[in-house]
């Protein structure tokens, strides 16, 4: 409902109206133009203010009726037509006020514009507005304008009347379709001609409104054609994919065109929170940006609320929630209007057309997200067009989503399977269907050798690593590759420069001690000393040779480390490190550092086998059980160099611990001493790759295939859920 001052309502209309209007009111107020407005219709008993007047009067009248005229033919809204269209005729008429009533489409006569209306006195509910409602009625249903006097009724109607102080004329709005009433609360005293009048001039101002309500209706019904096309392409796009992605693209995409606003997103719901899946006219929105992010934290809210927000520049009325998270997107992104859509999926339907269950907040499935740039305020038919959109949004993006699960395409291609049921390929099914259960029985009950795979070499058993003792610059490489060797062989010949200089230097300070120890015990033998001087001599004497004592010492440690700086064979073999001359010369080398490795070919070899950590219980559980036959573990194994024959071993020794080894990862490290007939005819390389199977006894078949798949479903996805 619009109040309308006449003046202030003059005003907004621009200064053209507003000056027409106050040139109006200012000669209206005097009763001369009111009986100007019945002489212009041939009335010629109210001519008091003279001639000039009267003509004046008329002109001005037949100019506010023209601007009306005007005004009827723009595309205005209806409540601003109405709002000029009251504000002049009771200008015209020098009335006290006016309204008027606009017919709801429930069927209620709800008051659309107003002037003074609180000063008839029918504000209160009471009988004087129940007979005032039904005089409304009766003026809607006839053809002609109604005028009551004050305190008076209609004479087929005895629950219609005018309990007021005001005569009033009543006229309906619309022709043969009314939509609204135009009320004149008017003075009383006027004689019948005037009233007459009166009568004549508000009916002509109705037929002007109801030109306008007829122009306006068929506006509509051009737009509501036009809107059904749209919709139509619409809703053919829209529903042609059952892909969510594309779905929510074309939500937002083609309801940006069908609602034509500058921007419509659509968020979907993923548990608490909400994913912005779609920005109208962008192939994929980026979710780090700040507008992204701000839109799905406001769709999270409204979401989490469960009701629509339709925000025009004022958020003081919503939640403080919904409130903070939609100042801070109007901040970021400069939107004017923004309304958020809850979309909402449809509940069940039982066998008698009624929902299964009551809606709750987890029927939400997502918000529809529309945003204006150039005005502050969504229109009549925008709203319209907005909840059309958002119910075709929530049916296509529920349908999307359920046919998205992860079962969902095992069922597709399901239903694609109909061919094979077709009587002439039934046959062809059913034998298929038959090897498909015999493969089924065979993985679960036939039994084979459960095997566990390892990869290793083939070392001697007897080798031993040379380490470097202390460090320094190889200066000599006494033993190459391939080279034998005896134990205590000199190997490499290293050289430290600093054991030199510390050598050299306590060598030099035990001569120096030693010269001093001379040069005291002949001063001691001098027979001119006193008793005094022959202590302290000896007592001098007897420091410097705990010095030199030290110093020898040192050197003695030293120089043994000296000696280290020769590294030998610690036994009888070959020298089994690859270019080991070419390598080490001239290179220098810390403490603890790996050089050479010697192995004896000529004793017993092994296999050292790495196995995988997750694989450890299977051979651990067949140790055991082998362990308690007296048997050790079985091997079957391949050498790459003759990977054609198959070998035998057993199993000596299991590594307690894993260890982290390269790009094998956690392994074991398993000993297998294979048998030595099997390798007498093999030229034995130390380190020779090596494939080898652990016999682990017998399981079923499809354990056999798939242990390694159902290890990883117990570990990464049934351990976890």
């Known amino acids: 409902m ?10 907004t209309r621009g200064p053209t109206l507003a000056r027409a209007a106050e ?63 009251l504000s002049r005729t009771v200008a015209a ?44 009625r009766k003026a809607l249903a006839q053809d002609k304008g109604l005028i009551v006097a004050p ?68 506006r509509q019904y051009e737009d509501r054609q036009a809107l059904w096309s749209q919709l139509n392409d619409f809703t053919r796009a829209l529903h042609r994919s059952l892909d969510p992605r594309r779905t929510a693209y074309t939500i937002a995409t083609e309801g940006r065109r069908l609602l034509e606003c500058e921007r419509v997103s659509l968020a979907v719901r993923q548990g608490r929170r909400c994913r912005i899946a779609a920005v109208s006219n962008q192939d994929s929105p980026d979710r780090r940006s700040n507008v ?44 004017k209007a923004v309304a958020v859509l809850p979309l909402v999926r449809e509940p069940e339907v039982g066998s008698h057309g009624t929902p299964r269950c009551e809606m709750t907040r987890r029927d939400v499935i997502g918000a529809l997200l529309i945003e204006r740039f150039d005005e502050a305020r969504f229109g009549e038919g925008l709203t319209q067009r907005a909840e059309l959109l958002r119910d075709h949004a929530a049916v296509a993006l529920s349908n999307a989503l359920d046919h998205h699960g992860p079962l969902m395409p095992l069922v597709r291609w399901l239903g694609r399977t109909r061919l094979l049921t077709v009587a002439r390929n039934l046959p062809r099914t059913l034998l298929a269907a038959a090897a498909v259960a015999t ?18 070499t083939l070392e001697p058993t007897l080798r031993r690593e040379v380490f470097v003792q202390e460090g320094g610059l190889v200066t000599e490489v006494l033993a190459d590759h391939g080279q034998f060797v005896t134990a205590g062989a000199p190997l490499v010949q290293l050289q430290s420069r600093d054991l030199d200089v510390q050598i050299t230097g306590l060598n030099g300070q035990r001569q120096t001690t030693e010269q001093q120890m001379a040069a005291v015990s ?7 000393l006193s008793a005094d001087e022959r202590d302290r001599l000896a007592g001098e004497l007897k420091e410097l040779r705990e010095t030199f004592d030290s110093l020898t010492l040192q050197i003695d440690l030293l120089e043994t480390k000296q000696q280290l700086l020769t590294l030998t064979s610690p036994i009888d073999g070959e020298v089994v490190t690859w270019d080991a001359r070419r390598r080490l010369l001239r290179r220098p080398v810390e403490k603890g550092q790996l050089l050479l490795t010697v192995a004896d070919p000529r004793g017993p070899w092994e296999l050292e086998l790495k196995m995988r950590e997750d ?67 093999v030229e034995l390389r130390p380190g020779a790759s090596v494939t080898a199977k652990i016999d682990c006894g017998r399981r079923s078949l499809g354990y056999v295939w798939f242990h390694d798949v159902l290890a990883f479903l117990n570990s990464r996805v049934l351990f976890r859920l």
């Open 292 to 335: 992204v992010t701000s839109l799905a934290r406001l769709a999270e809210r409204v979401v989490a609320a469960g009701e629509p927000v339709w925000f025009s520049g004022d958020a003081r009325h919503l939640p403080p929630q919904v409130e903070e998270a939609i100042d801070a997107h109007v901040d970021l992104s400069h939107a």
């Open 93 to 136: 008429l020098a009335a006290s006020g006016g309204a008027v009533w606009r017919l709801r489409d429930d069927g209620v006569l709800a008051l659309e514009v107003q002037i003074n209306y609180r000063q008839t006195g029918l504000v209160e509910d009471g009988p004087p507005q129940q007979r005032h409602t039904r005089l409304l």
């Open 522 to 528: 002949r001063q001691r033998n001098n027979p001119q």
């Open 615 to 681: 694989r450890m219980g299977h051979v651990g559980r067949a140790a055991a059980a082998a362990g308690k036959r007296g048997e050790p573990l079985a091997v079957e194994y391949i050498l790459a160099t003759e990977p054609g024959r198959s070998r035998a071993g057993k199993v000596t020794h299991i590594q307690s611990a894993a260890e982290l080894r390269g790009q094998d990862g956690n392994t074991v490290l398993i000993r297998v001493a294979p048998q030595r007939a099997d390798l007498a005819d």
């Open 439 to 456: 493969l089924l029985v065979a993985l679960f009950f036939l039994p084979a050798d459960f095997q566990l795979e390892a990869r290793g």
């Open 151 to 218: 305190h008076s009724g209609v004479e087929d109607d005895e629950a219609a009347g005018n309990d007021t102080e005001h005569l009033l004329i009543l006229t309906r709005l619309g022709g043969e379709q009314p939509q609204a009433v135009l009320e004149i609360f008017q003075r009383p005293g006027a004689g019948p001609v005037t009233q007459r009048g009166y009568l004549r001039f508000v009916d002509q101002m109705g037929e002007i409104a109801t030109d306008f309500l007829k122009s306006r209706r068929l």
């Open 2 to 11: 619009s109040t309308v001052p006449l003046h202030e309502a003059a005003a």
């Open 23 to 85: 040139e109006t009111t200012a000669s209206a107020q005097r009763e001369a133009g009111a009986s100007a407005a019945a002489s212009a219709d041939g009335d010629g008993t109210g001519a008091e203010g003279g001639a000039v007047a009267v003509a004046n009067a008329r002109q001005e009248i037949r100019a506010l009726v023209a601007e009306v005229a005007r005004i009827a033919k723009t595309d205005v809204d209806a409540t601003e037509f109405f709002e000029v269209l």
